[in-house]
């Protein structure tokens, strides 16, 4: 049982991650292509996002 929470919390988690870097790109960049790009790399955008910007 514990194994299907964490398998749909992975889900979850990276659908939430991948709309935040697409929201967060829109938002600075204007930019639909910029914003494709930055939800494929999701988490990571978001993180360098927190951190240098």
Do not use: C, D, Q, R
Not at 8 to 31: P, Q
Request: proline share 0%; charged share 5%; hydrophobic share 55%.
């Amino acid at each position: 049982m514990n194994v299907n929470y964490s398998i749909e919390g992975a889900k979850y988690g990276i659908s939430f991650g991948t709309a935040l870097a697409i929201a967060i790109s829109y938002t600075n960049n204007h930019s639909i292509l910029w914003a494709i790009i930055h939800g494929f790399f999701s988490w990571f955008y978001v993180i360098y996002f927190a951190l240098f910007k």
